[in-house]
């Protein structure tokens, strides 16, 4: 009777147990292997985002598609562009609302008149110069200077709107980039920062006085002006193992190289940047009228003409950057429209790092502390944070630590975007990634849809970021800006901000992560959408 007994209740609880295994268990096991990949080696059950509003976007559910690291390049089957496709698809021709007068930075007649001013200005400050050289037997290099109101500078600074610094496929922006490669320069001087160390213009609101680095502000013949940033540092050294990332070299190609990067994500928060080799003599020291920049100017033992910077720390000879003998290259940086007429405001970041020897901020010792973020003015509405968690992605594939401050428009408000400006401290070292950059991604566990689709499609091997970046930056005069190197780190690095995207949301679910930031949208490209936030 016992042995009857004993029996039973073992077919009871193996029978209790199949059907618990089989109606419980296995899909559970089954759901997390569509997660994780491990049980469908297809992929085709893979995470998949819900399509957002009606617009046809691609199935992107492969979430780190097995890329090849090795140097190896798959090229598109029809011989064509990668590039070209890349802006050809949806998620890259997605319109804006159409723009009204409070959508846009800058007015037609608003910007013509402030222009105005500053060209009777220039001319009268160029005759009093003149004449003082004159006296003073000082060769001054004079350039036919013209003021253009269809330059392609002009037409950059009208195209800033509330969504970003230029539209997709603004034709202003190649035909600027080709301007500052070649055209004539009629005027260098110190960046308002290095004038702030010597208390010639409060420049603090908007940036910090530059420690060690050497940057000009170069005029060009049409007036347009652009931030000039010289080369020191060979493109295959890397950052010494022993460097603080606050004392780190600024690479002109790293300026270089981010803008081309912001533009492939689809961010356009980076002012146009174009590579130049500079006349040092002819085009610097002849052409300035600032008698402090004339000073630091000096010929090397090598006989080649060299200068260094008006900064606290590295205002040395040791510490200049020299021609060969008078040709240097560098950076142009496009600059953003004046402050009296398109006033912005600096704000410290909230993953700022500590700039002490050994000092550490809240958020590297409390993983909480986006929870404390999310309750402050502006991050606890709209979307500034998700804005930072972008800044915090892109930072992450340039290998920038160095982002303390971000900077936007006042007139667009708390809803304005970020500005990503100075990324010369990016692409230091191609061998390691810094996975704190990504703290504000991985604590606050939120990122855009539209910055998570398109990450996913530079993961497909059809437009990998390395090759689009490759093809991105032949366009520059300075090529290669980047070295095989650093373009693969950038396919590394980008698979680690999908596998953090993805355990944000084995942990809290795809609605809590990914936030929609389509709200009306169509197959049609030219439908326009909107960028309010949804949650």
Same mark, same amino acid.
């Given at each position: 009777?016992?042995?009857?007994?004993?029996?039973?209740?073992?077919?009871?609880?193996?029978?209790?147990?199949?059907?618990?295994?089989?109606?419980?268990?296995?899909?559970?096991?089954? *759901? +997390?292997?569509?997660?994780?990949?491990?049980?469908?080696?297809?992929?085709?059950?893979?995470?998949?985002?819900?399509?957002?509003?009606?617009?046809?976007?691609?199935?992107?559910?492969?979430?780190?598609?097995?890329?090849?690291?090795?140097?190896?390049?798959?090229?598109?089957?029809?011989?064509?562009?990668?590039?070209?496709?890349?802006?050809?698809?949806?998620?890259?021709?997605?319109?804006?609302?159409?723009?009204?007068?409070?959508?846009?930075?800058?007015?037609?007649?608003?910007?013509?008149?402030?222009?105005?001013?500053?060209?009777?200005?220039?001319?009268?400050?160029?005759?009093?110069?003149?004449?003082?050289?004159?006296?003073?037997? !000082?060769?001054?290099?004079?350039?036919?200077?013209?003021?253009?109101?269809?330059?392609?500078?002009?037409?950059?600074?009208?195209?800033?709107?509330?969504?970003?610094?230029? *539209?997709?496929?603004?034709?202003?922006?190649?035909?600027?980039?080709?301007?500052?490669?070649?055209?004539?320069?009629?005027?260098?001087?110190?960046?308002?920062?290095?004038?702030?160390?010597?208390?010639?213009?409060?420049?603090?609101?908007?940036?910090?006085?530059?420690?060690?680095?050497?940057?000009?502000?170069?005029?060009?013949?049409?007036?347009?002006?652009?931030?000039?940033?010289?080369?020191?540092?060979?493109? /295959?050294?890397?950052?010494?193992?022993?460097?603080?990332?606050?004392?780190?070299?600024?690479?002109?190609?790293?300026?270089?190289?981010?803008?081309?990067?912001?533009?492939?994500?689809?961010?356009?928060?980076?002012?146009?940047?174009?590579?130049?080799?500079?006349?040092?003599?002819?085009?610097?020291?002849?052409?300035?009228?600032?008698? /402090?920049?004339?000073?630091?100017?000096?010929?090397?033992?090598?006989?080649?003409?060299?200068?260094?910077?008006?900064?606290?720390? +590295?205002?040395?000879?040791?510490?200049?950057?020299?021609?060969?003998?008078?040709?240097?290259?560098?950076?142009?940086?496009?600059?953003?429209?004046?402050?009296?007429?398109?006033?912005?405001?600096?704000?410290?970041?909230?993953?700022?790092?500590?700039?002490?020897?050994?000092?550490?901020?809240?958020?590297?010792?409390?993983?909480?502390?986006?929870?404390?973020?999310?309750?402050?003015?502006?991050?606890?509405?709209?979307?500034?944070?998700?804005?930072?968690?972008?800044?915090?992605?892109?930072?992450?594939?340039?290998?920038?630590? /160095?982002?303390?401050?971000?900077?936007?428009?006042?007139?667009?408000?708390?809803?304005?975007?970020?500005?990503?400006?100075?990324?010369?401290?990016?692409?230091?070292?191609? *061998?390691?990634?810094?996975?704190? !950059?990504?703290?504000?991604?991985?604590?606050?566990?939120? !990122?855009?849809?539209?910055?998570?689709?398109?990450?996913?499609?530079?993961?497909?091997?059809?437009?990998?970021?390395?090759?689009?970046?490759?093809?991105?930056?032949?366009?520059?005069?300075?090529?290669?800006?980047?070295?095989?190197?650093?373009?693969?780190?950038? /396919?590394?690095?980008?698979?680690?901000?999908?596998?953090?995207?993805?355990?944000?949301?084995?942990?809290?679910?795809?609605?809590?992560?990914?936030?929609?930031?389509? +709200?009306?949208?169509?197959?049609?490209?030219?439908?326009?959408?909107?960028?309010?936030?949804?949650?």
């Amino acid at each position: 009777m016992m042995r009857r007994d004993r029996l039973f209740l073992a077919v009871t609880l193996t029978a209790i147990f199949s059907a618990d295994l089989y109606f419980i268990l296995l899909p559970k096991l089954r *759901s +997390v292997g569509q997660i994780s990949g491990h049980f469908c080696p297809c992929g085709s059950g893979n995470l998949t985002l819900p399509r957002h509003g009606g617009l046809a976007s691609p199935q992107l559910s492969n979430w780190t598609s097995a890329l090849p690291l090795d140097g190896t390049t798959s090229e598109p089957t029809d011989g064509g562009s990668k590039l070209g496709r890349l802006f050809a698809h949806p998620l890259y021709n997605i319109q804006t609302p159409l723009l009204g007068p409070e959508e846009r930075l800058l007015q037609v007649e608003q910007l013509m008149e402030y222009y105005r001013k500053k060209v009777s200005r220039w001319e009268r400050h160029m005759k009093y110069y003149n004449e003082a050289a004159a006296v003073s037997n !000082i060769t001054v290099t004079e350039h036919e200077v013209t003021f253009d109101p269809d330059a392609s500078w002009l037409k950059f600074h009208l195209g800033i709107s509330r969504y970003a610094l230029y *539209s997709r496929d603004d034709p202003a922006i190649p035909q600027l980039l080709k301007d500052m490669q070649g055209m004539p320069v009629v005027s260098a001087d110190y960046t308002q920062d290095e004038k702030a160390l010597k208390g010639a213009c409060d420049c603090t609101q908007v940036v910090k006085p530059s420690g060690h680095h050497l940057k000009l502000a170069l005029k060009m013949q049409n007036f347009a002006k652009a931030m000039f940033k010289p080369m020191r540092q060979q493109r /295959d050294e890397e950052t010494p193992e022993d460097f603080f990332y606050f004392v780190d070299f600024q690479r002109h190609n790293a300026e270089i190289a981010a803008f081309h990067l912001d533009r492939i994500l689809d961010f356009r928060r980076v002012p146009p940047v174009s590579g130049r080799l500079l006349n040092v003599t002819g085009e610097v020291l002849q052409v300035t009228h600032n008698e /402090d920049l004339r000073a630091v100017f000096f010929t090397s033992p090598a006989n080649n003409t060299c200068f260094f910077a008006k900064c606290l720390y +590295v205002c040395k000879t040791e510490y200049a950057v020299c021609g060969g003998p008078d040709l240097l290259e560098g950076s142009l940086s496009a600059y953003l429209p004046g402050l009296s007429i398109a006033p912005r405001i600096s704000i410290p970041n909230p993953w700022i790092r500590s700039y002490t020897f050994a000092g550490r901020e809240e958020w590297e010792v409390n993983p909480f502390y986006c929870d404390t973020v999310k309750q402050l003015y502006p991050y606890n509405s709209g979307n500034r944070l998700l804005n930072i968690i972008d800044m915090s992605i892109f930072d992450f594939l340039t290998s920038n630590m /160095d982002r303390h401050h971000y900077e936007i428009f006042t007139k667009f408000g708390d809803e304005g975007f970020l500005l990503h400006l100075d990324n010369a401290r990016g692409f230091g070292k191609h *061998s390691q990634d810094e996975m704190s !950059i990504l703290a504000p991604l991985s604590q606050c566990c939120m !990122i855009k849809r539209s910055t998570l689709l398109r990450l996913q499609l530079l993961a497909r091997p059809e437009y990998r970021l390395s090759d689009v970046m490759r093809e991105s930056l032949q366009g520059d005069s300075l090529q290669p800006i980047l070295t095989e190197p650093h373009l693969l780190a950038l /396919d590394r690095r980008l698979q680690k901000v999908l596998r953090t995207v993805q355990r944000c949301v084995r942990r809290l679910g795809e609605d809590e992560v990914i936030t929609k930031d389509f +709200v009306k949208s169509t197959v049609r490209p030219q439908t326009a959408t909107e960028t309010e936030k949804v949650r």
